[in-house]
Nanobody
Framework: QVQLVESGGGLVQAGGSLRLSCAAS????????MGWYRQAAGKSRELVAL???????NYADAVKGRFTISRDNAENTVYLQMDNLKPEDTAVYSC???????????????WGQGTQVTVSS
């Protein structure tokens, strides 16, 4: 079992920044990557960024150049630094453990409770 706890969400004005954290505990050794997803009201969940255990990261086009994913392996924590936020970034952000196989990310059923990010215009 893997437990994930997200934190760091909040209300921010457009152009502002937030830093999300995801602390993982439990049986994480079988996964080689972690991802940040978001789900806006009335929309499907989408993968925003992922990072492999070695540190290589990938981003959705909508956030490239504005978001940075990083990890502290010693603390089993993944971060999402979000800069130049836009109203369309408003969503519940959740982290997920998974595996990258053949360049594709396969998320596991392990999810945190999510953290709300609201960006006002």
């Amino acid at each position: 079992q893997v437990q994930l706890v997200e934190s760091g969400g909040g209300l921010v004005q457009a152009g502002g920044s937030l830093r999300l954290s995801c602390a993982a505990s439990g049986s994480t050794s079988s996964f080689n990557a972690m991802g940040w997803y978001r789900q806006a009201a009335g929309k499907s969940r989408e993968l925003v960024a992922l990072i492999r255990n070695g540190g290589r990261a990938n981003y959705a086009d909508a956030v490239k150049g504005r978001f940075t994913i990083s990890r502290d392996n010693a603390e089993n924590t993944v971060y999402l630094q979000m800069d130049n936020l836009k109203p369309e970034d408003t969503a519940v952000y959740s982290c997920n453990t998974g595996r990258v196989i053949g360049g594709l990310y396969y998320g596991s059923p392990n999810w945190g409770q999510g953290t709300q990010v609201t960006v006002s215009s």
